[in-house]
């Protein structure tokens, strides 16, 4: 394996399933030998996660595209100087639930602040802004919709509109960055973490030459 120090990043519209295929790619890379250390975005420090809770929290309805801007970059900031940077370190395998890639496509896209914007930014705050490996899992607005079956928080209301800007500005992002590749997320999950496996092993060099 050629796991180590690695940073892969799932990521994608709300109810892609990201969240379990994350969990689902950190299980594979542990039994392989690799470890593995896996974090969301925003969140996993106490900072972070008290960013989280104001972010999402629908009471903060008003909250505008750059002030979402500036709190999801700065909990991700402190979650590299924390948790990231010593693990990539340490030889570990890091596997996130979000990154940079989610600002580009909510605030920088589907915000209208810009994606550019939102890279110079994140290069002015983070060691490092990209990771080895985004993988995008792509569903229509209205599948991601009926996967969610609990109370929505405050991104997640924004409305069909917003996320269908939310699911191009992701689209967006695979056309412009090499890493940044997309899956689509309408198969079954079996099929899909066989899917993200094989595209782990294709594009970081999972396997001995």
């Not at 500036?70 to 979650?79: G, I, K, S, V």
């Not at 994140?122 to 599948?143: F, K, M, S």
């Not at 997320?185 to 060099?205: C, F, K, P, W």
Request: with cysteine; proline share 3%; net charge negative.
């Amino acid at each position: 394996m050629k796991l180590e120090s690695k940073f892969i990043v799932l990521d994608g519209p709300d109810g892609c399933g990201k969240s379990t295929q994350a969990q689902l790619l950190a299980g594979w890379i542990q039994s392989q030998g690799v470890e593995v250390a896996s974090f969301r975005d925003p969140g996993d420090t106490a900072v972070g996660e008290k960013i989280r809770r104001i972010l999402l929290d629908p009471e903060h309805e008003g909250l505008c595209t750059p002030a979402e801007l500036c709190l999801y970059m700065a909990a991700r900031a402190q979650l590299w100087q924390e948790k990231i940077s010593p693990a990539l370190a340490n030889g570990r395998c890091v596997v996130m639930d979000r990154w940079m890639s989610s600002t580009c496509a909510y605030q920088g896209y589907a915000g209208g602040f810009g994606i550019e914007n939102v890279v110079r930014m994140g290069a002015d705050c983070l060691e490092r802004l990209w990771p080895d490996l985004t993988v995008i899992l792509d569903v229509d607005p209205a599948t991601a919709a009926g996967r969610m079956h609990r109370r929505l928080d405050r991104m997640e209301r924004k409305g069909d509109e917003y996320h269908r800007k939310v699911r191009a500005g992701f689209l967006e992002l695979s056309r412009i960055y090499d890493n940044v590749v997309r899956l689509d997320a309408m198969v079954s999950i079996e099929t899909l973490g066989e899917q993200v496996v094989e595209l782990v092993l294709n594009r970081l060099g999972g396997q001995d030459q």
